[in-house]
T-cell receptor
Framework: DQQVKQNSPSLSVQEGRISILNCDYTNSMFDYFLWYKKYPAEGPTFLISISSIKDKNEDGRFTVFLNKSAKHLSLHIVPSQPGDSAVYFCAASVGIQGAQKLVFGQGTRLTINP | ETGVTQSPTHLIKTRGQQVTLRCSSQSGHNTVSWYQQALGQGPQFIFQYYREEENGRGNFPPRFSGLQFPNYSSELNVNALELDDSALYLC?????????????FGPGTRLTVL
């Protein structure tokens, strides 16, 4: 079962405009949500996170919104820059047997066009 | 400060063989998690090691096993390889098992099973 879903495999945005990446989840036990960015031949890099008790977190050009009733979160990047072109993964954190595991979505490939 | 490193970068094995993948955690990190990323999918949690003990496991069969050493580096062993084991294997280290946004990923090992 896919507990975290990113329904858009790809997104293309003009440089300077807003990029909005979406993510849906099904498990109410998730206590933290994170966004990771991945370039080819590199591991995922942490971008921004949000606790399940909050509805917004901002860090520079990046803002994450959490809508618990809809079980939906989104990442806004504004303004978008060419260096933002990468695969973005949404992940949710849940405790399992003393460990904290991350459950990832399938990823969205973001392309920023000049 | 050295980041997370993994070896080898690429590996080709045949069905039924065994493989060992290695991970060196970031300096000061005592927790290592392993993830499997199949093509076109997000990473899936295999297990986590803390203080040389398995500290939580995802939905993977027992032929996936691991070790953590006193210097916190870790190995992932996969026995009786199957074609579906072909994937990118990612290692992530963190300061403690309950870390949320502090999982730092290595570049991964690409395993191909023929």
């Amino acid at each position: 079962d896919q507990q975290v879903k990113q329904n858009s495999p790809s997104l293309s945005v003009q440089e300077g405009r807003i990029s909005i990446l979406n993510c849906d989840y099904t498990n109410s036990m998730f206590d933290y949500f994170l966004w990771y960015k991945k370039y080819p031949a590199e591991g995922p890099t942490f971008l921004i996170s949000i606790s399940s008790i909050k509805d917004k977190n901002e860090d520079g050009r990046f803002t994450v919104f959490l809508n618990k009733s809809a079980k939906h979160l989104s990442l806004h990047i504004v303004p978008s820059q060419p260096g933002d072109s990468a695969v973005y993964f949404c992940a949710a954190s849940v405790g399992i047997q003393g460990a904290q595991k991350l459950v990832f979505g399938q990823g969205t490939r973001l392309t920023i066009n000049p | 400060e050295t980041g997370v490193t993994q070896s080898p970068t690429h590996l080709i094995k045949t069905r039924g063989q065994q493989v060992t993948l290695r991970c060196s955690s970031q300096s000061g990190h005592n927790t290592v998690s392993w993830y499997q990323q199949a093509l076109g999918q997000g990473p899936q949690f295999i297990f986590q090691y803390y203080r040389e003990e398995e500290n939580g496991r995802g939905n993977f069969p027992p032929r996936f096993s691991g070790l953590q050493f006193p210097n916190y580096s870790s190995e992932l062993n996969v026995n009786a390889l199957e074609l579906d084991d072909s994937a990118l294997y990612l290692c992530a280290s963190s300061l403690r098992p309950s870390s949320y946004n502090e999982q730092f990923f290595g570049p991964g090992t690409r395993l191909t099973v023929l």
